[in-house]
């Protein structure tokens, strides 16, 4: 796993920052001066955690399961995906 720099971090503040604040997307979080993970939660009937990881293609964004749902090449394509990931019915694999 790659670790994510500062500014990856800024830009994953900036872009749920700019949903709407009923958004079932809730927030992020992660640990350390540079993350291999950040987690992304999202409530609807109960709260969720999916791991974002970073690899030298992207970003993969796992269900708490650890089943990969979704890979993107940029963050602001990921915010996407992640929208689409409450409607997604099989898990996408490599």
Same mark, same amino acid.
């Given at each position: =796993?790659? !670790?994510?720099?500062?500014?990856? &971090?800024? /830009? &994953?503040? !900036?872009?749920?920052? @700019?949903?709407? &604040? /009923?958004? =079932?997307?809730?927030?992020?979080?992660?640990?350390?001066?540079? #993350?291999?993970?950040? +987690? &992304? $939660? @999202?409530?609807?009937?109960? +709260?969720? @955690? $999916? #791991?974002?990881?970073?690899?030298?293609?992207?970003? *993969?964004?796992?269900?708490?399961?650890?089943?990969?749902? $979704?890979?993107? #090449?940029?963050?602001?394509?990921?915010?996407?995906? *992640? /929208?689409?990931? #409450?409607?997604?019915?099989? *898990?996408?694999?490599?």
């Amino acid at each position: =796993m790659e !670790c994510f720099t500062a500014s990856e &971090i800024d /830009e &994953i503040d !900036c872009l749920w920052r @700019r949903l709407p &604040i /009923e958004h =079932m997307w809730t927030g992020w979080a992660t640990a350390g001066e540079a #993350p291999e993970q950040v +987690w &992304i $939660f @999202r409530t609807r009937a109960h +709260w969720r @955690r $999916f #791991p974002l990881t970073k690899t030298v293609r992207g970003y *993969v964004l796992s269900d708490e399961h650890g089943r990969r749902v $979704f890979r993107a #090449p940029t963050l602001a394509d990921l915010l996407q995906a *992640v /929208e689409a990931v #409450p409607g997604l019915d099989a *898990v996408v694999q490599d």
